[in-house]
Structures are given as C-alpha cells and as structure tokens.
C-alpha cells in the first residue's frame, strides 16, 4: 500500500480523498459499505440518507437515529466477512415504522458475523447500472459498465476500458453495451441523465488508477432523467 496517487498519474480530489481513506487504516483491505458509500458521498456521488448502527449499539439508540428519515426504509446486515448479504438474508426492504425497524435491525444483528445494520431510505426505481473496477494482471486498473438486471445476469452485457477514463472515454464505453439505448429513452421512457452516469465512471476511474485499490463495486447505481444513486458498493484495497 506504498503506492501513491502522484506515481499513478492521478492526482484528482476523489483520488486524494482514497489516499488519506485507505492509509489511514493499514489494518484493514475490506470496508463496509456505509464507509464506502460516505468516501464516494464525499467525492460528490449520489448515495442514500441513512446511517449505520454498530451491533455493540442495541436497538436503544435506533429511534433517534432514524428521525429525519423517510419511510420505507431499507436494512442491510454490515459485515466484512459476509460475502453474500441475500445468502443469509440480510436485506430487507420496504419497512414502513418504527416498530419493524425495530424488529429487523434487531433480527439482523443476531446473524452470525454481522458487525451492524446499514439503515437507508428507499431509493426511486430508475435505470440499473453496475459500474466497478478491478485490477487486471495484463492490464492494470480497468473499468467496467454494464446494465442491471438480466442484460448482466443473462447476456453479460458488459464493456472495459482502462483508467483511467476521461469523460468522452465514459460515454464510449457505454455505448459499447448493447443495452445503452434504454439509457437513451427506449419506447418512450425519458432519457438518463448522461452527465451523472460519467461523472460516477469518472470517479471510479481516478479511484482504480491511484493503485490502492484491489476492487471497487458499485452494483446496482439507479440512474434517473435527473441524476443518479449509488444504492450497494464494495471496496477492497489493494494487499487484500
């Protein structure tokens, strides 16, 4: 984790916020997604209102917590050592008070190796997107894009370039899926906004290229006719 961002040719806000993030904890190569999501939120992404609640907390300080936030609410099992929340049922949508919070937060905590419960507002339905990175042995620092759903489950519509990506070199790559027409306002539905969409493929760019970084996810991104929300993101730092 000696790398620098100036050595990778990389010296954005986003990159430099990742430095300081990543060394300022050696001990660890994965972070929970609330960490992720408050790096990206500070790099000037679009994620949900929420907060997490450590499992040595209790249910006690949930409430407060909670005020200020628009049902429903989504809950998520926050574990390092989970690799599959769906596995052990550790999602739960479409809570809508007080008293099923209570319950599911709780229920959550009790899974074995959860170290706490990610509590979110319940992002609108737009446009899935995966947008993540991955350092390849050949290569080096790539980017992928792909459309959710069954377009990736299905048919692996996805595309790779390599970081980092400048704002054209997004697009280009969006346009090299063959589902890049339903961002365009396919049968009538209103066009994505394109701008949020590279601004996220950008940034996850500059992130992969400073080195640090092992794997980025962020899987599914709603992309709407007015901007974008990252709902899930995965980070591993390189050394892991």
Do not use: W
């Amino acid at each position: 984790m000696g790398n620098n961002v100036a050595s990778f040719g990389v010296d954005t806000a986003a990159a430099r916020m990742l430095r300081s993030f990543v060394e300022g904890d050696r001990d660890r190569t994965v972070f929970l997604e609330h960490e992720v999501k408050g790096l990206l939120r500070d790099a000037g992404l679009s994620v949900p209102r929420g907060f997490f609640l450590r499992r040595d907390e209790g249910t006690d300080s949930l409430l407060p917590k909670a005020q200020g936030l628009s049902y429903p609410l989504v809950a998520k099992v926050s574990s390092s050592r989970i690799a599959s929340k769906t596995d052990v049922r550790g999602v739960v949508t479409g809570i809508r008070d007080e008293g099923e919070l209570s319950d599911v937060v709780g229920r959550l905590a009790g899974i074995d190796g959860a170290e706490g419960v990610l509590v979110e507002e319940m992002a609108p339905q737009g446009i899935e997107v995966i947008v993540g990175g991955i350092v390849d042995p050949q290569f080096g620092p790539v980017v992928m894009f792909g459309l959710g759903g069954v377009f990736v489950e299905l048919f692996r519509d996805v595309a790779f370039g390599l970081a980092p990506l400048s704002r054209q070199d997004a697009l280009e790559l969006v346009e090299r899926v063959r589902g890049a027409r339903l961002l365009k306002g396919y049968r009538g539905r209103p066009p994505a906004d394109m701008a949020s969409l590279s601004l996220i493929m950008e940034t996850v760019s500059d992130l992969m290229a400073t080195g640090l970084l092992q794997e980025l996810d962020l899987n599914p991104v709603a992309i709407y006719q007015k901007g974008s929300c990252i709902l899930d993101a995965k980070m591993k730092a390189a050394g892991g």
